[in-house]
């Protein structure tokens, strides 16, 4: 079973850049010699008080990225199979970036829909104006 842990949330004044992590354990596969992570696309969403959750951004088991046009330009996630590891580098950020950010994995889903299969408790980010 694989689990996800964000960290890195906070407040944050406009303008400024938070870096959020996502751990990811529990997952195994004898059969996969280059280690089980590799095999999984992450993917970040977020999800703000009384709206839904809507996609952030993903990358794929091959290191192929995608965006929202809302955070294009402004975000960028990267992965680090050794350590299990996926961040969100988030910059110039806006008052409407605040939300609850979390991550998700699935090893046969990649895209903006929610359809992954393991997810994260959340981190909050709170930016004020």
């Known amino acids: 079973q694989v689990q996800l842990a964000e960290s890195g949330g906070g407040l944050v004044q406009a303008g400024g850049s938070l870096r959020l992590s996502c751990a990811a354990s529990?997952?195994?596969?004898?059969?996969?010699?280059m280690g089980w992570f590799r095999r999984y696309n992450i993917a970040w969403f977020r999800q703000a008080p009384g709206?839904?959750?809507?996609?952030?951004?993903?990358?794929?088991?091959?290191?192929?990225?995608s965006y929202a046009d809302s955070v294009k330009g402004r975000f960028t996630t990267s992965r680090d199979n050794v350590k299990k590891m996926v961040y969100l580098q988030m910059n110039s950020l806006k008052p409407e970036d605040t939300a609850v950010y979390s991550c998700?994995?699935?090893?046969?889903?990649?895209?903006?829909?929610?359809?992954?299969?393991?997810w994260g408790q959340g981190t909050q980010v709170t930016v004020s104006s």
């Open positions: 529990g997952g195994t596969d004898s059969s996969y010699s």
């Open positions: 709206k839904e959750r809507e996609f952030v951004g993903a990358i794929s088991w091959t290191g192929s990225t």
């Open positions: 998700a994995a699935s090893s046969g889903f990649y895209g903006p829909k929610d359809n992954y299969d393991y």
